[in-house]
T-cell receptor, first 110, second 115 residues
Framework: SQQGEEDPQALSIQEGENATMNCSYK?????LQWYRQNSGRGLVHLIL?????REKHSGRLRVTLDTSKKSSSLLITASRAADTASYFC??????????FGKGTHLIIQP | GAGVSQTPSNKVTEKGKYVELRCDPI?????LYWYRQSLGQGPEFLIY????????DSGLPNDRFFAVRPEGSVSTLKIQRTERGDSAVYLC?????????????FGQGTRLTVV
């Protein structure tokens, strides 16, 4: 079953604009992770935010977490064509693995 | 190698055949996971190994699916009597500990097509 749900399912913006993706989840968490996937193959870890953190930055990425609303957002600033990919949030990760949402497909138009 | 390696990258097989998918994790990573990803969906957990033992195989869809990791490194996912519904990308991921608190390193996956 899929715990996280990303919103929107698809997003198309112009290069240089900011892209915001949201994720909602159902159960309590210890942390939440964001991954990127190019061309439907391997996933690349972007950032992990712990349940006691509200915001985290990594380069052009900014992640927020609101445990009271069971939601997280991923902001990519100054988008580039190379940011075109699918983005997934994931929770869990213990013995029963990570639980992913369906992802947001981001297209950056040059 | 520098990352998780999965072979083959693509596999086409006939319905009813047996297939094996291989995963070479990052050296020293004790945790190894298999996931399956259908088109338009996120990856779904299949099985978790900690060392040589399958710590959790609750995600395997049925008894046609089996995975081994005999020496605590390379893992093989085995599917018997393949069905068209088994068509998907099978992803392997490894990490130094469970994925709960550390980043998971994914391979490029094996795209399995059952015709």
């Amino acid at each position: 079953s899929q715990q996280g749900e990303e919103d929107p399912q698809a997003l198309s913006i112009q290069e240089g604009e900011n892209a915001t993706m949201n994720c909602s989840y159902k159960t309590s968490i210890n942390n939440l992770q964001w991954y990127r996937q190019n061309s439907g193959r391997g996933l690349v870890h972007l950032i992990l935010i712990r349940s006691n953190e509200r915001e985290k930055h990594s380069g052009r990425l900014r992640v927020t977490l609101d445990t009271s609303k069971k939601s997280s957002s991923l902001l990519i600033t100054a988008s580039r064509a190379a940011d075109t990919a699918s983005y997934f949030c994931a929770t869990g990760g213990g013995a029963d693995g990570l639980t992913f949402g369906k992802g947001t497909h981001l297209i950056i138009q040059p | 190698g520098a990352g998780v390696s999965q072979t083959p990258s693509n596999k086409v097989t006939e319905k009813g055949k047996y297939v094996e998918l291989r995963c070479d994790p990052i050296s020293g990573h004790t945790a190894l996971y298999w996931y399956r990803q259908s088109l338009g969906q996120g990856p779904e957990f299949l099985i978790y190994f900690q060392g040589t033992g399958a710590a959790d195989d609750s995600g395997l869809p049925n008894d046609r699916f089996f995975a081994v990791r005999p020496e605590g490194s390379v893992s093989t996912l085995k599917i018997q009597r393949t069905e068209r519904g088994d068509s998907a990308v099978y992803l392997c991921a490894s990490s130094q500990a469970g994925h709960g608190n550390t980043e998971a390193f994914f391979g490029q996956g094996t795209r399995l097509t059952v015709v």
